[in-house]
């Protein structure tokens, strides 16, 4: 079976991680700050704090902008369901905006008419949480001048886009937002095995959110509410979480850093590959924006319902039994029964609800060579009939 991603581990990665268990600080020692100043310094943001997921950075996030009950979150629902869930598990409401019809993007269109709606209506949200679909930047500009119209903070779900860049400014310098989240899931760009971090240029959320991941605890005298007995005094200031990542896995993350720009590279390398095979088959591929570089965490393609025959399901079981591991990103997050039974149903999402009932992921990581490719795009071809 050929997947639709896998990880790429060297020797190299393998003695950082075995010098580490070597070493005196399995988890909370110094290879933690390393690949946070190390990721920070790269991406051109202030601060970054590593966490044990992706899902938790979100949920860190959350919390250090100040989501709680009676807040609303607005994300998109082509995507994971860590991009709403972090709201819910601040006890705020989430809602959803649709994407744009070729980039797959939140459609920032539709942002707009939805926060003058809810403006009439007294109900804007608190945090708008834009998702880099398959690698690819979102409109941030665009969404950061809707941000100052509209009194909301941005939190961008970069778990697809370490790597990328929008006009010269790379993913997770926070340009045009006030917080940035990585992955580091095994079939992420890089990986930690599982991880995350977030980025910031505020002080006071990212010292916010490096307690946070610590059960809210703090050793600063300068933080503490009374002066402290001793060396050994702590104090903790709020409900916190345990969502610390290892010194084993940031070690392996520093040396997979290493080797960033060249599996973005490798990456971009193959989907223009794929561009070229594919263009006589009935399927569309992802359109990149202008001025973007894509990181193509994903290679997705929509089957062109006006004519293609066969429908979803069979492509997808008939390229299964050929070997190749096809995959779907993403169910409407909206649709999931979770969701359903929150009130959210058919309709919502409209352009989001069409892309789940014609996209296919295909195979992508950059150890896949040129005849693992060509067996993929002709099982696709014979699929499609």
């Given at each position: ?30 290879a933690v700050p390393r690949f946070e ?12 704090v590593a966490a044990n997921s992706a ?331």
């Amino acid at each position: 079976m050929i997947p639709y991603g896998r990880q790429q581990v060297t020797q190299g990665d393998i003695d950082a991680v075995v010098a580490v268990l070597r070493s005196d600080f399995l988890t909370q020692g110094p290879a933690v700050p390393r690949f946070e100043q190390a990721l920070a310094g790269r991406c051109g943001a202030r601060h970054a704090v590593a966490a044990n997921s992706a899902t938790s950075a979100l949920h860190l996030a959350c919390l250090a902008l100040g989501l709680g009950e009676g807040d609303v979150l607005w994300t998109v629902p082509n995507t994971f369901v860590a991009s709403a869930n972090c709201g819910r598990y601040c006890g705020a409401d989430v809602d959803f905006v649709d994407i744009a019809p070729d980039t797959w993007n939140l459609d920032p269109k539709a942002l707009r008419a939805k926060l003058l709606a809810a403006r009439a209506a007294g109900r804007l949200p608190k945090i708008v949480v834009p998702v880099h679909f398959g690698g690819q930047p979102t409109d941030q500009e665009e969404i950061w001048e809707l941000a100052q119209e509209f009194g909301f903070k941005v939190l961008e779900d970069a778990s697809h886009s370490i790597g990328a860049s929008r006009h010269g400014q790379r993913v997770g310098s926070c340009r045009w937002s006030d917080v940035t989240v990585f992955s580091f899931h095994p079939v992420k760009i890089i990986t930690t095995g599982e991880g995350g971090m977030a980025l910031t240029n505020d002080d006071e959320v990212a010292w916010r959110m490096t307690t946070l991941r610590s059960h809210g605890i703090t050793r600063d005298p300068a933080r503490m509410q009374r002066p402290p007995d001793g060396p050994w005094q702590y104090e903790q200031l709020e409900l916190g979480h345990n969502y610390r990542i290892t010194d084993l896995q940031a070690a392996l993350g520093l040396s997979q850093l290493d080797r960033l720009d060249e599996f973005v590279e490798a990456r971009n390398a193959i989907s223009r590959r794929y561009d070229r095979l594919l263009s006589g088959l009935p399927v569309t591929a992802q359109t990149i924006s202008p001025g973007n570089q894509s990181a193509f965490h994903l290679y997705v393609v929509r089957l062109r319902g006006d004519v293609v025959r066969r429908s979803q399901r069979e492509i997808f079981e008939r390229l299964r039994r050929h070997g190749v591991g096809v995959n779907l990103h993403y169910l409407p997050v909206h649709l999931q029964p979770y969701y359903r039974a929150l009130g959210f149903a058919p309709g919502l999402c409209p352009e989001a609800e069409r892309y789940a009932q014609e996209a296919m992921t295909l195979p992508l990581y950059p150890a896949l060579t040129d005849a693992e490719q060509d067996v993929v795009v002709a099982a696709l071809g014979d699929a499609l009939g």
